[in-house]
């Protein structure tokens, strides 16, 4: 019989991202985020590839995409409500990390694989978020998306993306339960 890590096992059937607008200071100090970015980092990476890269948002960075919202989201003509949330998303945080999805040239390893290994990362961050004691939050959004955007406000490469935004503080609530998915309905046993 395998052993049983029963606390990790207890905290993923447990875990609940918190609602970014519920987070507040105080933040992981630099030491606490290397933590969790260490965490997220393990990742699995097919190929040792590393397709994906953090920066730290810290309140001023966060008020200055904050402030360049307003004005791309009115270019695209972006509903001022969806404006609005995109601002508060920045503008609100206090610490946020931006995943960068990085993928690399590699004949063994096809490029969704390395989408998804950005994605798992920014799972593994919140997770390793929350059982460091945090709140944490994974968002994105329509700026995210926005190539423009993206490429003046960090500086990405043309083949980079925004995998998320993890929203990292301290929970002012414990949100409620919600409804989790029915496995019947989700899996299909093929035992033939």
Not at 9 to 16: P, Q
Not at 113 to 129: D, K, L, P, T
Request: proline share 8%.
């Amino acid at each position: 019989m395998p052993a049983k890590n029963q606390a990790a096992l207890d905290f993923l059937l447990t875990r609940r991202s918190r609602p970014a607008k519920t987070l507040t200071g105080p933040v992981p100090t630099e030491a606490e985020l290397n933590v969790i970015l260490t965490a997220a980092a393990r990742t699995p990476d097919h190929g040792k590839l590393e397709p994906w890269r953090f920066i730290v948002l810290e309140k001023p960075a966060l008020v200055r995409l904050a402030e360049a919202v307003p004005a791309r989201g009115a270019a695209l003509n972006v509903a001022p409500e969806k404006i609005d949330k995109a601002i508060a998303q920045f503008a609100n945080a206090d610490l946020a990390v931006a995943v960068i999805c990085s993928p690399k040239i590699s004949e063994k390893v096809p490029q969704i694989e390395q989408i998804y290994s950005a994605g798992a990362v920014c799972n593994a961050m919140v997770n390793a978020a929350l059982a460091s004691g945090w709140g944490a939050n994974w968002l994105s959004g329509w700026m995210s998306h926005d190539r423009a955007f993206i490429e003046h406000a960090f500086a990405l490469a043309p083949s980079e993306t925004i995998a998320g935004f993890i929203h990292i503080g301290t929970e002012t609530s414990a949100p409620p339960e919600r409804p989790r998915p029915d496995l019947d309905a989700i899996t299909t046993w093929m035992r033939t």
